[in-house]
């Protein structure tokens, strides 16, 4: 089949485009892209409105910029709109400690994203052929990829971007070009083989073609299976997540029960699906932070953080875990509070806490909520409200003996990070109440008449 008959099918079969769509076209100027703009030029069968855009890495120097000519007077012999832009992808890559080909992919994308809102383009057309898929999938297989990463490049993704010519071999596009009377450029780059994608393509592609002369085709043909399985099974995981995770513009929090019910290659991808959330991106996220989290929930550990890649962080608090972004607002912090008497006075938790007198009944239950009742006798002013520290005692209403305010708090299962910031009130070196949990037998008034003091902790629900 032709080139140009293989991408007319390709786009037909595929949906690729509709009629009349305004396509943006990413033209380097080597062989692939410029057979790829010439092709869609004469699709007539959906008289596409295209645009030419291309990206200048700044690398090669002057032939960069032969590049970049060459792209615009291409994209006037065809008189179409022409885009282009011009980036330090070294530099890039020094600011962002990151490799020259990450650098470079995060730039592109950038790059046509912008064109595609600009020109509000249905698709912006890639010009990835069946070797560059074949090399792609050696690289994630010498890297280790599970299943998504194996399935490679594909036809169409959830970004728009469309590759016509990805089951086409790079020797029948030169082919097409030739027959087409066509020039192109060639990088330079490309030779080098410091790149492993260089290594891959001169040397490790070769000597399997001599093993299987269809060795590409063949690659392509698993990947597209591979993509077909990695649907449904990503569509598997959304479903099961939904059902154990509460997801938010901040954070994703999941159950570790319901995430035990689930197998552990469907909990894999939910992790996965936890990094995107997060992060935007599975740059730097590996097998090795997915096992992170499925060591968590497993563990005896209640409460413990861990540091992920891209400035995430994943907590469990109990049975629960939540990967968000770190806070550029840290947690407010309780600092000791002298109370000389009745008031209401604002701690630095976001909390207030108001103290009166109150004569008569006893209306309201003490202790454990919000409100405790105190006999002025057993709760002498002047009262000091602090965190806990190591070692702080309470005598519980309700129960023999004493406990270790920690210990309270463990079972009521406050998250570590959030108990230094529940006060506890104590007159002199007694501990009267563990705001909002745990009154003081030793304080509580018990008269069922008479003047009594009393505390009321409002707590700003968002600390």
Known sequence: ???????????????????????????????????????????????????????????????????????????????????????????????????????????????????????????????????????????????????????????????????????????????????????????????????????????????????????????????ELLADEDDFLEETALEAAERVCIFNDQSTICSIEGLLSIPLAIRRRIYRLMFRRASGTMRRFSHIHTEAIENMIKGEKPNVSIDLPQDIILTRRYGRIEIAKKSDNPLPRLETLMIPGEGVYRLGNGATLLVGSHAGENAEESGDGGLVRLDPAKAPFPWTLRAFIPGDRIRPSGMQGSKKVKDILIERKIPLHLRKLVPVVFSGDRALWICGIRASAEAVADLPAGEYLTARYLHDKSH
């Open 1 to 223: 089949m032709k080139l140009s008959s293989k991408v007319a099918a390709n786009a037909l079969k595929r949906s690729l485009f509709s009629p009349g769509d305004t396509v943006v076209i990413a033209h380097s100027g080597g062989a692939d892209s410029t057979a790829l703009l010439h092709i869609l030029a004469r699709l007539q069968v959906f008289a596409l409105k295209l645009i030419v855009a291309h990206l200048n890495h700044s690398i090669r120097g002057n032939e960069s910029d032969a590049d970049e000519e060459f792209s615009r007077k291409l994209a006037e012999s065809y008189r179409l709109p022409f885009e282009s832009r011009r980036v330090d992808i070294l530099k890039i890559a020094r600011d962002e400690s990151c490799n020259l080909e990450e650098a470079a992919r995060d730039a592109r994308i950038a790059f046509f994203d912008e064109m595609r809102r600009r020109w509000n383009a249905s698709a912006i057309a890639l010009a990835h052929n069946a070797d560059d898929q074949a090399e792609t999938l050696l690289i994630r297989l010498l890297r280790g990829s599970g299943s998504t990463g194996l399935s490679g490049m594909r036809f169409r993704n959830d970004r728009g971007y469309v590759r016509p010519l990805l089951d086409s071999s790079r020797r029948e596009i030169e082919e097409y070009l030739l027959g087409q009377g066509l020039e192109w450029r060639e990088d330079s780059s490309n030779r080098n083989t410091d790149y492993i994608r260089n290594r891959i393509r001169h040397h490790l592609l070769p000597d399997m073609k001599s093993y299987n002369p269809a060795f590409v085709s063949s690659l392509g043909a698993t990947a």
